[in-house]
Each structure stands twice: as C-alpha cells, then as structure tokens.
C-alpha cells in the first residue's frame, strides 16, 4: 500500500479545526486533527509545505519509522506546531491501518483493556450557587466526574468561565488576543470554600476535579492541594506551568491530593522526570500535541511503571478525531485513568463523524475499522476559518502573566 496525497482542511464549524487527510492506492483514507488552538495556519502550512512530500509513497503501514522521520529528521525537535502536525499523520497512518485490515485500532494497540471509558465533562458557573446547580445538571446526565470552575469574587474575566450558555470557548475571534485579569490571593481564598459547598451538596459518590490553569508558584499550590484535601479531589489541574519539573516536588511534599499535567506537554521528554520521580498521578498529553498514537504508548508505559495513569487532554478546542483517537488508545492500555470530553456544538457534529456511544458517564467504542471517525468535507467547507486568539492574562496592576 501506498500513500497518493495528503489535504489539509481549516474549518470552522463550531470553532476552528485542522483536519489531515491521508489518501493511499488503495482508496483507504485516514484522517488526522492537528488542531493548535491560535495557531491553526502554522500547523497547516507546516503540513502541506514539509511534512506532506515527504509522505508521497511511503507505505501507511511503517508508522514507527515515518514517526522517527519526521521526528529525528527535522532536526529541529518537539515544539507544538511540529508535534502537532505529526501527531495528526501519524493518527492518519493508524486510522489507514485500521482500515485495511478491517479492525478498530484498539485492537491493533493492544485490544480491549476494559469494556467503556470513563469520562469527565465540565461544569462552571458565575459565582457558588451558580455553580452547583451546573454541576447538578451534569450529574443528572450521568456523568460521574465533573471538572468544577468558578466565577471568583473580585475578578471579573477568568479562565475557564463564558457569558454565554453554550460550552466554554476561550478563543475569541479578532486581530489581537482579549485580555483577563488575575489575582492569586482572591483565587486561593475562594476556591477551598467552593469545593465544601459542592461536597455538601453532592456528598462523595462523585468525583470532583479542578484546573488552575497555571497560576500558581509551588509554594500557593502546597497550600490549594493542602485545604483541598478533605473535599478528595480526583485530581487538581496543571498548578504550575511545569516549564520547572522541580516545582512538583515541593508540592507533593505537602499534599496528597493527587496532581495532573501534561495539557502543554509534547514529548515524552516533557514528563520524564514528573514520571520516574512520581511527582504526578495523571498524566495530560493528548494524542494530537503529543505526536500521535505512536509516541503515546510509549508515555503510557513509561508512566505504568510508576503508578501513573492517563487523562488525555479533551477539550472541544481538539476535533472529534482526536477525541476518537484519545479513546483507541485509552481502550488499549493498563493505565488509563480518564478521558476529557466537553461535547461539541451542533455544528461541529454535523461537519465530523463520530462512531462511538457515549452514556450514563462512559464512552463505548465502535467496532468500526479505524478511528470511527472522519471529516464531511462539503459539510466542513461551508465554515471558513477565522482567526482567534487565546487570551492573555495581567495581573490587576497590569504585569503580564499565565493564562
Ligand atoms: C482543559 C484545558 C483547556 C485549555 C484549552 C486551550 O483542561 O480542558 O485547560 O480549557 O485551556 O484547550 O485551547
Ligand atoms: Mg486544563
């Protein structure tokens, strides 16, 4: 088998999504996301303008070496765009193999390690009582993790909070990126109380997670997993920016609620050192930054080895394909943990196909070769791409900060 051609597809059904398509002799395609939310058109130019010659008749089969190709042979290594664009070829490749042998991939990774998948979904509200009636409503559908975010006293624009009903979209369509505010003291006052409101509603039977987006400096996010500790969080969210892979150390020194990071991470290299030091207890990459498929099962060993399970970052900012692909592989090792999973607009359905049943809190994979999923190209065409930014974030006196 031989790969003919390559697409790549910038839409915005919904949102903006980048989709690969691989086209082989035999007419099997395989599809990719390589998705980079505010950064769509690197990705996409770096795909068509290096990557996608490269690929003209190679066999789709040899993931590892065209994975090592792309890799080694850039001599430029890791980054998000870079990885992003091969982590979407290689999901492609895997969808193609799947796809001639008339299997769902998972059986190619390592088969069926469990019957469904857990998921969390998302849950936020203005202010407290917003705030538990929204996650009173997920719970009513069945969910069995909820991510809980806030609206802080004192803060007007924060992460993780929209204005309108519709799921949360941080990226703001414009020439410029929006601007947020921030307060850490405001933060780490409020949230503790958040979490007893909700466990007092909801009591225990739920698992409850929170993402602090990387606000915090080691010693703030000590104190936010110590006060959390009684509410038994499932995990607290990238705390810091883990740029410094030391700063995990002194947090786990003083709390036991478990830690997860990994968003941001695209290379093994990213978490060796959270990993063999067992500084974490979920570890984030999402098959799409991390490279794809083939390096993932690579993190998940090394992460087995030391207790460490997956959370696949699943925002609705990564398309349907990721999503599917983050399912495969989460089906097919010993260590998964749990699976992201906001939904996606009306739109975005309409322009994907999506194989896979998700209920009462679980994803249930298709028996479909391949991924179980694909773009519907007329359907994504008729959404063009428009530019949008993340935002950025200021302290309240105006010093740049995390977002
Ligand atoms: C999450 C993330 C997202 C990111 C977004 C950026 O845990 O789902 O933090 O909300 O901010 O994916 O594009
Ligand atoms: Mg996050």
Redesign the pocket.
């Given at each position: 088998m031989k790969i003919t051609a390559a697409k790549v597809f910038v839409n915005s059904p919904g949102r903006n999504f980048v989709t690969v398509m691989i086209e082989t002799n035999e007419g099997i395609v395989g599809f990719g996301d390589a998705t980079l939310?505010?950064r769509e058109l690197a990705v996409s130019s770096y795909l068509k303008e290096y990557l996608i010659p490269c690929l003209i008749n190679r066999d789709p089969f040899d993931t590892e070496d065209i994975w090592h190709y792309f890799y080694r042979g850039v001599y430029w290594r890791r980054g998000a765009v870079n990885m992003t664009a091969i982590g979407a070829i290689d999901m492609a490749l895997w969808d193609i193999k799947g796809k001639a042998l008339g299997v769902p991939v998972y059986k190619l990774l390592g088969g069926k390690s469990r019957q469904k998948l857990l998921a969390y979904t998302h849950a936020q509200g203005k202010n407290i009582a917003d705030t538990i009636e929204k996650v009173g409503e997920k719970l009513a559908i069945g969910y069995k993790a909820v991510?809980v975010q806030s609206g802080i006293p004192g803060l007007e624009k924060i992460?993780?909070i929209g204005n309108e009903k519709r799921t949360?979209e941080?990226?703001i369509q414009g020439e410029r990126p929006q601007e947020e505010s921030w307060n850490t003291e405001k933060y780490l006052n409020f949230v503790p109380s958040l979490f007893g409101q909700i466990r007092q509603n909801y009591g225990d039977g739920v698992h409850l997670l929170h993402?602090c987006?990387h606000r915090l400096t080691p010693i703030e996010a000590a104190r936010l997993g110590k006060e959390l500790e009684p509410f038994k969080l499932f995990w607290l969210?990238?705390t810091v920016t883990a740029e410094l892979q030391k700063d995990f150390e002194l947090i786990r020194k003083h709390t036991t609620t478990p830690l997860a990071v990994g968003?941001v991470f695209n290379t093994i290299y990213d978490c060796q050192y959270l990993i063999t030091q067992q500084l974490i207890d979920y570890i984030r990459m999402t098959v799409a930054h991390g490279g794809g498929i083939t390096p993932m099962m690579k993190v998940a060993s090394l992460a087995a080895l030391y207790h460490i399970k997956t959370g696949c970052?699943?925002?609705s900012?990564?398309s349907p394909i990721n999503l599917a692909a983050c399912l495969h592989f989460g089906m097919a090792i010993n260590n998964f943990g749990i699976q992201?999973y906001?939904g996606y607009t009306e739109a975005t359905m309409k322009a994907f196909t999506f194989e896979h049943m998700f209920s009462d809190g679980y994803f249930e994979l298709s028996d479909k070769p391949g991924l179980g999923v694909g773009l519907n190209i007329d359907e994504a065409e008729k959404h063009p791409y428009k530019k949008a930014y993340?935002p950025i974030n200021r302290l309240e006196d105006g010093t740049l900060y995390h977002w």
């Open positions: 939310n505010g991510r992460y993780g949360y941080p990226a993402d987006h969210e990238d968003e970052h699943g925002p900012d990564l992201e906001m993340l």
